[in-house]
């Protein structure tokens, strides 16, 4: 008979849903807080134009197969969309589409020779499998190595520059590798265009069905609630006290913060514990969303590879998503990561779009501000842990050592990058471990159980 006990969860992303969710049809006595005033953490989505818009730009590759399983289980399978995906790169002024291995040959920005170099080193990087090696080479050195100097710095490393910013050199050939062997199998050869999925009604979809699947097995989804400070009881139980001045034990508890704020959260970790949680360093972003009468360009995906240009890509969701499903509007994301200490993180929405519009006339010459009927701005400090070298010895344990006291967060998905489907995984994850140690008795029921 498997045991039971009262469980909390902090935190309502993706990660967090997905534990309560597992936690809940176990039959355990869940509680989620969630801090914001909406659920879904960076997946979450805001009404817009009769829909919902993710606040940061969303989709799925085919290899994305734990969000498949849970939509499925969920009854939504059918709200998932496979749609034909574009991508371009923005350079020397002009827009290089790359839909397929075959138009890398037409970026003549740099020679034949060496867009011939890059084609090979995507063609191998497309086929490896085996991840392991590129654990102790940088991307940059590894690909400087692999396409020569001059077609690094124009292509590889002004996209490594725009998303890492000085820490380009850190990033371990793992994420760069994985890059590309994703988008492989998001198309069904190497010559054929690239399917990308998205969630109808945005990722609300699921964000909402998993909160009223927790609902529905007992357990407690409390929104716009933070959990302030957690303690350690002598009977091991956890103490929880929220911003709503509750106090709330537990037998056990499931952090899917970001490490910075589990860190402040349990001040007391061990020092071994705390050193992987602070090798997690996180790059931020930047999101302004554009509501226009008609779209910048043809492209969904563009990135860019001017480095004058301060924004990392562009990313014009309804080149994806018919704007029909929006009023006839046009959406487009201004995506930048950035630093902890940059000034996007904290400048004014008016000022940001002044910084921007130059270069969207750059990008597109016929581009006028008066295309823009609204915008928003989005920011989050924790959107992309960097993965730096050796990462599998910095990824810290999802059983934590203080007993009881489990993580689940996106510094802990390797060798993939992150993103919802592997938030799913690990919420699955941390919950059958906290099962499996209720179940040996490595964790106590003190208390609450049913
Ligand atoms: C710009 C950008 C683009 C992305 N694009 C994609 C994409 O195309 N596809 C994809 O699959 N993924 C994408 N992602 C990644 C994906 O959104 C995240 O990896 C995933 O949503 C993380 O989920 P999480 O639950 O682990 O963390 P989070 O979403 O960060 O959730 C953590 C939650 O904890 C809450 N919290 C923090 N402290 C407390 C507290 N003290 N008490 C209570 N609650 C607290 C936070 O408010 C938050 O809701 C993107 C992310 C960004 C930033």
Redesign the pocket.
């Known amino acids: 008979m498997p045991v039971r006990g009262k469980i909390g969860v902090?935190?309502?992303?993706?990660?967090?849903l997905a534990a309560a969710y597992r936690l809940a049809k176990n039959g355990h006595d869940v509680v989620l807080?969630?801090?914001?005033t909406v659920l879904g953490?960076?997946?979450a989505a805001f009404p817009v134009a009769g829909s919902e818009l993710e606040f940061?730009?969303?989709?799925?590759f085919t290899s994305d197969a734990d969000i498949q399983d849970l939509m499925e289980e969920l009854g939504i399978a059918d709200e998932l969309l496979w749609l034909d995906s574009s991508v371009g790169f923005f350079a020397d002024g002009k827009i290089y589409p790359l839909q397929g291995a075959t138009d890398l040959l037409q970026l003549d920005f740099i020679p034949l020779h060496d867009r011939i170099r890059i084609g090979l080193a995507t063609l191998y990087l497309q086929k490896k499998t085996d991840w392991r090696e590129f654990e102790q080479i940088s991307a940059a050195d590894w690909l400087r190595t692999a396409v020569g100097e001059r077609a690094f710095d124009r292509v590889f490393g002004a996209q490594l520059r725009a998303k890492f910013g000085p820490r380009y050199d850190q990033v371990a050939m793992v994420w760069f590798w994985n890059k590309i062997h994703l988008r492989t199998q998001s198309r069904k050869s190497p010559l054929q265009r690239e399917k990308l999925g998205y969630i109808r009604g945005s990722w609300n979809t699921l964000i909402n069905r998993l909160g009223d699947a927790i609902g529905e097995r007992g357990g407690r989804v409390e929104i716009g609630v933070?959990?302030e400070s957690i303690a350690q009881a002598e009977d091991r139980s956890w103490i929880v006290q929220t911003s709503r001045g509750q106090t709330v034990q537990c037998d056990a508890l499931v952090a899917?913060?970001?490490s910075p704020?589990l860190l402040k959260?349990v001040p007391n970790l061990p020092e071994w514990y705390k050193e992987k949680l602070t090798s997690a360093v996180y790059q931020g972003?930047v999101?302004m969303i554009l509501r226009m009468n008609q779209p910048l360009t043809d492209i969904y995906w563009l990135n860019i590879g001017d480095p004058s240009i301060p924004f990392t890509g562009v990313i014009e969701h309804t080149n994806f998503i018919d704007p029909e499903n929006y009023q006839g509007n046009h959406f487009l994301y201004i995506?930048k990561y950035l630093d902890q200490d940059h000034p996007y993180l904290t400048m004014s929405e008016d000022d940001l779009f002044a910084e921007y519009a130059p270069y969207l006339q750059r990008i597109n010459p016929a581009f006028s501000p008066d295309w823009v009927r609204e915008r928003w701005v989005f920011r989050?400090r924790?959107?992309q842990p960097i993965i730096t070298l050796n990462y599998s010895q910095h990824v810290p344990e999802h059983r934590t050592p203080l007993h009881g006291l489990y993580l689940a967060?996106?510094a802990q998905i390797y060798p993939e990058d992150?993103?919802?489907?592997y938030?799913i995984r690990i919420g699955n994850k941390v919950a059958t471990i906290v099962q499996n140690d209720l179940d040996h008795g490595y964790l106590s029921v003190t208390r609450d159980s049913r």
């Open positions: 902090i935190g309502g992303g993706i990660s967090g807080w969630e801090r914001n953490g960076q997946a940061f730009y969303h989709h799925l933070g959990t899917t913060t970001p704020i959260l972003a999101a995506s989050e924790a959107a967060n996106s992150r993103g919802t489907n938030s």
